[in-house]
């Protein structure tokens, strides 16, 4: 029998594993029939961490989906096949989920017996969901937390998950933990990014960039090329003077309002003149659909809880965040240990070689505030980045073999969806992201 290529696919938060079945599909049209291979490609689709179970936190999920990996190996063998190669990719939350998951095999070793391939992510919220300058913004950061668990906290950043209080979402993109470490053995790393339209994952945190260049496409002259072969992934892209730029000609009032549609799901929008009837009843249907949809959150946050608290009191196992408790405690150990030693503690200097001492004496409070009343007011569409956010970027773009492709959706609501063509059987239209999932499948390396 022929060693197996290990690949595991990782939906996201509110997934299941039919919403990669499109792209399981394609991965095994493009190399699971390959004649003159003696690898063979064999497609996981974890299924233990679905549904309500996304709430439960990235930590939880990829505890759950290393343990998959870990069962399947065992009936591969004992079947008779080695697994001697081992890929994953990861979908939204999935991507995160797949980023511990590693760490966690790679703390048992796991990668010493095994070769780590291909390491891939589409529409990731690499360094969580940031804040935007809106009040749509704002209210998603209050809520979501609160209404998404373990799953929310994390995505928002407000969690304390280490023991020195630090985000998840900071610990996975640390140098110095073995999230990152692991991450960087796989020789093969591409990540997929909605470049506009994709209200879930806003390009710059799926793309792991400070600044979005796509924000205002239509009016700050950017140049776009598109891949012949890939429909809608970006080939290259170049910013063009302002004095260049081009803009959409308006559209009549008419014509509009005939293409409006209700902020609805797909498969309760109508075309005109139906649209007009959908638009009478929104003051009825939106606040009905948005207290449905608090009450269903809350509740399901609630399980999760209770969930966590069970999981937490039955986990006999040593997790790697304790391990990891345990590494902080010595660092900060070590730390105090030099505090405390006058012999090693460096000597206080400027911070700026040459800079003017009395610039030293002028209160922190007032240079805050000129600073702040200097501070030009963001664009809506440029995120309002934490430090540790900011590190976050920093630290990933530093990884040599990572890759970043593009997709560029016009027209549609919501990318999210269309860039994994989650369900095409009943939404048409997230066919228009195959061109994505055919670009990943020809890059990924058997």
């Not at 760490?103 to 780590?116: A, C, M, R």
């Not at 902080?328 to 206080?348: F, M, N």
């Not at 995120?383 to 540790?388: A, H, I, K, S, Y």
Request: proline share 8%.
């Amino acid at each position: 029998m022929p060693d197996v290529h290990l690949l595991v696919l990782i939906h996201g938060m509110w997934g299941n594993p039919s919403h990669l079945g499109h792209a399981k599909k394609i991965i095994r049209e493009v190399k699971g029939e390959a004649e003159d291979s003696d690898i063979k490609l064999e497609v996981l689709v974890a299924e233990t961490n679905k549904d309500e179970s996304t709430y439960d936190g990235i930590d939880w999920g990829g505890e759950r989906v290393a343990e998959e990996i870990r069962q399947k190996i065992t009936d591969l063998e004992k079947e008779g096949q080695k697994v001697i190669r081992f890929s994953v990719t990861g979908y939204s939350l999935g991507g995160l989920i797949a980023r511990y998951a590693i760490g966690i095999l790679h703390q048992s070793k796991f990668f010493e017996t095994v070769q780590p391939v291909n390491f891939n992510t589409i529409a990731t919220p690499h360094i969580g969901i940031p804040r935007f300058p809106s009040t749509f913004s704002s209210i998603s950061s209050f809520l979501g937390p609160k209404l998404l668990s373990r799953s929310g906290e994390q995505f928002f950043c407000v969690d304390k998950w280490s023991p020195r209080g630090r985000p998840l979402i900071e610990v996975l993109a640390d140098p110095d933990r073995i999230f990152y470490q692991s991450l960087l053995l796989f020789p093969n790393i591409r990540i997929y990014a909605n470049a506009i339209n994709d209200l879930t994952v806003p390009y710059v945190t799926s793309c792991i960039s400070a600044e979005d260049p796509f924000g205002e496409y239509e009016k700050n002259g950017i140049k776009i090329d598109f891949h012949e072969k890939y429909k809608n992934v970006i080939e290259s892209y170049s910013a063009l003077p302002l004095s260049s730029a081009t803009t959409k000609e308006p559209q009549g009032w008419f014509e509009s309002f005939r293409k409006m549609r209700p902020p609805l799901p797909p498969r309760f929008q109508a075309e005109f003149p139906l649209n007009l009837a959908v638009y009478t009843l929104l003051p009825i249907l939106f606040p009905t659909f948005i207290c449905l949809a608090l009450i269903r959150l809350s509740f399901q946050s609630h399980q999760s809880r209770g969930r966590l608290r069970n999981l937490e009191a039955q986990s006999t196992r040593e997790r790697l965040v304790h391990i990891i408790g345990k590494l902080e405690s010595e660092l900060e150990s070590a730390a105090v240990d030099i505090y405390d030693d006058p012999a090693g503690t460096p000597t206080a200097t400027s911070p700026i070689p040459g800079a003017d001492p009395a610039d030293e004496t002028v209160p922190a409070e007032s240079a805050k505030k000129k600073e702040k009343k200097s501070r030009p007011k963001p664009p809506p569409y440029q995120p309002l980045l934490t430090p540790g956010q900011l590190q976050c970027i920093e630290n990933l773009n530093k990884i040599p073999q990572l890759k970043k492709e593009r997709a560029f959706f016009e027209g549609v609501r919501n990318s999210h969806a269309v860039i994994v063509c989650r369900d095409p059987k009943m939404f048409k239209h997230h066919l228009e992201g195959e061109g994505v999932l055919r670009h990943w499948a020809d890059h990924f390396e058997l």
